[in-house]
């Protein structure tokens, strides 16, 4: 796996493009909800490390990975400079991990190439619960600081 050897939490701040004067929204599914708090957790201190003012960052709830796409949408409407999408789906027995990973994987594809403030994929999609846990905090650090690093870095290249 790519990540096996790197902490997802690690970055240069001095490489970092000064945030103070962004917004950004964050859409964070309510389903699996142990894993996707972990997530935002690690994006919002993210964006406070780098000089976000917390009146600059707006937090909407979805039920679910697949209600990330219309969030998405909505909140690109609020006047931010870019999204992040958090969502986990975990392999479960049937098919329907495929059709969830697939649908919201195109669908927020779908909202950068259609809309000029950029979305950021900050959905796990895991074999298991331990994977997650891994990657929203544990060993393998927190995807959601790496994508609230790939927020700002697009919201300054959107400028």
């Known amino acids: 796996m790519a990540t096996e050897n ?4 690690e970055y240069d701040k001095a490489t970092i493009p000064n945030a103070k004067n962004f917004r950004f929204g964050i859409v964070v599914s309510e389903w699996n909800d142990t894993i996707t708090e972990g997530l935002f957790n690690g994006a919002f201190k993210a964006l406070l490390e780098n000089h976000v003012p917390k009146e600059n960052i707006i937090r909407w709830n979805v039920p679910g990975s697949y209600e990330l796409i219309y969030g998405c949408k ?3 409407q609020q006047a931010v400079d870019a999204v992040i999408a958090i969502g986990s789906v975990i392999q479960g027995e049937t098919k329907h991990f495929d059709f969830v990973c697939e649908g919201v994987a195109q669908g927020i594809k779908d909202l950068n190439v259609l809309h000029d403030v950029p979305v950021i994929f900050c959905v796990l999609t895991d074999n298991n619960l ?3 846990i891994d990657r929203s905090g544990g060993k393998h650090g927190n995807k959601g600081t790496e994508a609230a690093v790939a927020a700002i870095k697009m919201a300054h290249l959107n400028k």
């Open 74 to 76: 909505k909140m690109q």
């Open 6 to 9: 790197k902490n997802l939490s």
């Open 130 to 132: 331990q994977q997650a």
